[in-house]
Each structure stands twice: as C-alpha cells, then as structure tokens.
C-alpha cells in the first residue's frame, strides 16, 4: 500500500510496534521441549488479545493450493519459510535453529516480520548465517530510500551475503505489504541496482532476506507451504516491515530489544 494519511501511518506504526513486541515474546519462548504449536497458539492469543487479527491465518496467497492453517510460520533448520507448526508439530531440541515469521494485521493494516532465533546453544556456523541474514537485512533497508529502486535493495542484499560462505535464496524475497498480506512490488533477494520500480514516499515494504548454509536451492513440501532447502543445510529469515520516507527508511516493526538504530540523516 502506499500511506497517504496521518491515519494510515499511525495505523502502520501501531501495528508494527505491537507485532515488534509480540514476536519478541514468542523468540524468548523459544527452549528445547517447546513445540511449535504451542508458539503458533500464543502468537494468535498475542494478537487477539490486543484486537488485531492474525494475518496468515486463512490467507491463501497467490498459487496456493489452500488457505494456510495457522497464525505463525515456524521454520526449524533446513525449513527455509513457511513452515506449518500446528499440523505436524515438531518438539524444538537444543542445537535447532527456528525461524518465526508472523502477520499481523491492525486497523485494516497489514505488517510483516521475521526472525531466527537458537534453540538453547547452536554451534558457530548457525551464529554466523543468523547474523549474516540479519545483516542483509539492514543492508536492504539501508537501500530503501526515497528514489532508489526495488533493485537497489535487491543488489544490497545479494553483495550482503558475498565472502560469507552462505547463500542468499534467490527463489524467495520480499512484497509489498499493508493493504494486503502479499503487493507489489515483489523484491528479489538478488538483483541490479538501479533497475526496477521507483520507491515512492508513502510505500509499504516487507524486506526479508534468506539465506542458507549450503546451496541456494530449495523445494517445496508436499503440504503445498513447506519450502526446504534441497541439500538439507540450514536456513536463516529475517523480515521487517519498513516505510518509505523522505529521511530515510522507517522500520515499523522493530522489536523492544533490538538495538535501536538510527536514519540515515540522523547519524
Ligand atoms: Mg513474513
Ligand atoms: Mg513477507
């Protein structure tokens, strides 16, 4: 969506600061033990009970061959996105690394984030595609400035994964959001700079790059949502949902604990 209103846009950064808390909550429940329905269960107890609506539940995106079945997407080790975790719930063990991916629409507005988080401790590679992605993911949204191109975000991306050892997945990447769970435009996780749609003040964006430990590669399940990669390597999600502004980029979707990071006049 394009914001247009001071409505929309205290609407948008409502919604993105109570998704930012929530999805901070479910992180800490992350423990060996834990299952992945339990942290779908409070994800939708979460939002109801600040009386917003789960985005994914019932969404069928563009495609799909159903609507998908719960409130939050949990994606444990080689499960790149869009794992179902009240299926087939799998028990979290010490060692996993699991990517939460939630919606949340308040308002009518729609924000989107992600995250992955260790269960208990992981060894040193899992640490450094976790923190590689999550790097990517400020590299992109550094890029989001008024003017540049989805492109340009795509480029940022890409060269944020070079001499890391892992891969970005270029298969998947991010979407316009807000007046719907999935807009235009989509942005790769790979790209040109300078190349593609002219960001606009006002437009909603969800940047989430992906990447995994091995190969770019990756299939999809025969729950029609599940995507793995297809060497079995691990994989790693970080999203947030920004808004193109004049003065840089603001992240809507900030959690509590994330150190808090500045735009870019504002350095
Ligand atoms: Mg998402
Ligand atoms: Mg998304």
């Known amino acids: 969506m394009i914001v247009r209103t001071p409505e929309q846009r205290a609407a948008l950064v409502e919604g993105g600061r109570r998704l930012g808390v929530i999805l901070e909550e479910l992180a800490k429940m992350v423990a060996p033990g834990v299952s992945t329905e339990t942290l779908d269960e409070m994800a939708e107890r979460l939002i109801r009970e600040g009386g917003d609506e789960p985005s994914f539940l019932g969404?069928?995106?563009e495609g799909f061959p159903r609507a998908y079945?719960?409130?939050l997407c949990v994606s444990v080790n080689d499960e790149v996105v869009h794992g179902i975790p009240n299926e087939r719930p799998r028990t979290l063990k010490a060692?996993?690394?699991?990517?939460?991916d939630l919606g949340l629409t308040h308002e009518g507005i729609v924000v989107d984030s992600a995250l992955t988080v260790p269960v208990g401790k992981v060894d040193k590679t899992a640490y450094a595609l976790m923190d590689a992605t999550r790097e990517a993911l400020e590299a992109a949204i550094a890029a989001a400035q008024l003017g540049a191109r989805?492109?340009?975000i795509s480029h940022a991306t890409e060269r944020a994964f070079v001499g890391t050892g892992f891969s970005v997945v270029k298969a998947l990447g991010g979407h316009g959001v807000g007046g719907g769970v999935h807009e235009e435009p989509y942005i790769s996780n790979a790209g040109k700079p300078g190349t593609g749609p002219v960001l606009e003040a006002g437009m909603v964006l969800a940047l989430e790059p992906i990447a995994s430990e091995g190969k770019a590669a990756v299939v999809l399940g025969n729950d029609g949502?599940?995507?793995?990669?297809k060497d079995g390597s691990r994989a790693a999600h970080f999203e947030h949902t920004i808004l193109v502004e004049e003065g840089g980029p603001l992240v809507v979707t900030r959690r509590p604990s994330e150190p808090q990071l500045f735009r870019k006049n504002e350095l």
């Open 95 to 100: 060692g996993d690394i699991v990517s939460l």
């Open 69 to 71: 079945p719960a409130s």
């Open 59 to 61: 969404y069928t995106p």
């Open 150 to 152: 989805v492109g340009d």
């Open 225 to 229: 949502y599940t995507y793995r990669t």
